[in-house]
Nanobody, 127 residues
Framework: QVQLVESGGGLVQPGGSLRLSCAAS????????MAWFRQAPGKEREFVGA?????????YYADSVKGRFTISRDKAKNRLDLQMDNLIPEDTATYYC???????????????????WGQGTQVTVSS
């Protein structure tokens, strides 16, 4: 059974940085797409970034975070990290890790493509 566990959230001032981690277990993830989504209060869950296939490492980012957020993966530990720099109050949200066992490139940013989800970790950007 696939399990995704996020960690690393917290309170940070505008302009600061945080690093989120997603520990994945229960499957061989080589051909999975792994992604980060976020959901702010009163808003829909939205795409943040993804690695299309775990083994290939092709990365995709939402325009709103491009140049500020970086996804990396540790294949040996089955861990997906999200480095968030130059944070702004609009980045405040619950951040979720997600996994798609049969990814299609055209849907890598789509919420509905992802079968497995973590419980989320809260990120608050405030002075």
């Amino acid at each position: 059974q696939v399990q995704l566990v996020e960690s690393g959230g917290g309170l940070v001032q505008p302009g600061g940085s945080l690093r989120l981690s997603c520990a994945a277990s229960g499957a061989a993830f080589n051909n999975y797409a792994m992604a980060w989504f976020r959901q702010a209060p009163g808003k829909e869950r939205e795409f943040v970034g993804a690695v299309f296939r775990w083994k290939d490492g092709r990365m995709y980012y939402a325009d709103s975070v491009k140049g500020r957020f970086t996804i990396s993966r540790d294949k040996a530990k089955n861990r997906l990290d999200l480095q968030m720099d130059n944070l702004i109050p609009e980045d405040t949200a619950t951040y979720y890790c997600a996994a798609d066992p049969a990814p299609i490139l055209s849907t890598v940013t789509s919420l509905r493509a992802y079968e497995y989800w973590g419980q989320g970790t809260q990120v608050t950007v405030s002075s």
